[in-house]
């Protein structure tokens, strides 16, 4: 991963602690697509 998705799967992870479960939701389905699109787990 470059610098720049770090930098996206930080602030995206940062959204997990919110408050709204559906905000949590696609917080999560976010960051597990940015990884896999990386070829990562």
Do not use: Y
Not at 13 to 23: I, N, R, T
């Amino acid at each position: 991963m470059n610098s720049g998705h770090l930098t996206k799967l930080i602030r995206i992870l940062g959204m997990l602690g919110s408050d709204h479960p559906a905000e949590r939701a696609a917080a999560a389905l976010a960051a597990h697509r940015l990884v896999r699109s990386q070829g990562t787990t």
